[in-house]
């Protein structure tokens, strides 16, 4: 069975940074691709970062993150993370993390592509 287990959510000031990560278990990120999703209370799941299993793993951003987000991983702990800086209210939710098998040219941020999803992780930003 797969579990994805995120954590590193909290309440930090707009400007501010977090580290999320999210941790893989019955599952190995060989040949995968993660992904960081969130969704805000009232609004559609957002796709905020993928990134795929090569060394270095090819990347994708959402562009409402691009530049203050950088995803990472460590196939060997199978752990992902998700660096945020310059946080903005707006990129309050639920922070979920999302495995699928296979690899893309250009990793899907696509919600539906992905079959295991974590509980999820609240980021607050307050400004």
């Known amino acids: 069975e797969v579990q994805l287990v995120e954590s590193g959510g909290g309440s930090v000031q707009a400007g501010g940074s977090l580290r999320l990560s999210c941790t893989a278990f019955?599952?190995?990120?060989?040949?995968?691709?993660m992904g960081w999703y969130r969704q805000a209370p009232g609004k559609e799941r957002e796709g905020v970062a993928a990134?795929?299993?090569?060394?270095?793993?090819?990347?994708r951003y959402a562009d409402s993150v691009k530049g203050r987000f950088t995803i990472d991983k460590d196939n060997s702990r199978n752990t992902l993370h998700l660096e945020m800086s310059r946080l903005t209210p707006e990129d309050s939710a639920v922070y979920y993390c999302?495995?699928?098998?296979?690899?893309?040219?250009?990793?899907?941020?696509?919600?539906?592509?992905?079959?295991?999803w974590g509980q999820g992780t609240q980021v607050t930003v307050s400004s």
């Open positions: 990134i795929d299993s090569e060394s270095p793993g090819r990347t």
């Open positions: 019955g599952i190995t990120f060989d040949y995968s691709t």
């Open positions: 999302a495995v699928k098998p296979g690899i893309c040219w250009i990793p899907s941020l696509l919600g539906s592509d992905y079959p295991s």
